[in-house]
């Protein structure tokens, strides 16, 4: 998957916890979402400057909100592509456990379909438009 398709895959998918992502789609959704913020941040810091502070901190503090359930949807897929429960990104909260998770996100998945569906690189992968 491309960085386009990965970053569309992103925010279409927001709210899938059921299937399956590829790394491909979770780095460069990754990659995409960095690049958006520092977009939207500079846009934010330059409208600091003329309206505040405040109205700042808020707009930046919306984006965040807009996507922290599709960046936490994209982790949970990623885990389910390794045939684990999506409770394991909990994970990423403690101390060291958190390289597991790491770990988990930089290795190549299960070959072949699982219980949370068809391998995402697979000829039997569906196709997520």
């Known amino acids: 998957m491309g960085f386009q398709d990965a ?4 925010f279409s998918r927001w709210s899938d916890f059921k299937t399956r ?3 491909s789609e979770y780095w460069w959704s990754y990659l995409g979402i960095i690049l958006i913020a520092l977009v939207v941040g500079f846009v934010i810091g330059l409208l600091s ?10 707009l930046m503090g919306v984006f965040y909100l807009i996507i922290i ?7 949970v897929r990623r885990l389910h592509d390794h045939d684990k429960s999506g409770w394991w990104y909990l994970l ?11 770990y988990l996100f930089v290795t190549k998945g299960t070959d072949g379909p699982n219980r949370f569906g068809a391998d995402p690189l697979g000829s039997d992968a569906a196709v997520f438009n």
């Open 92 to 102: 990423a909260l403690v101390p060291l456990a958190n390289f597991y998770i790491l």
């Open 7 to 10: 970053v569309k895959s992103f």
């Open 49 to 58: 400057a003329v309206l505040g502070e405040t109205i700042g901190s808020i």
């Open 21 to 23: 992502s590829s790394r």
């Open 69 to 75: 359930v599709p960046s936490i949807a994209i982790g």
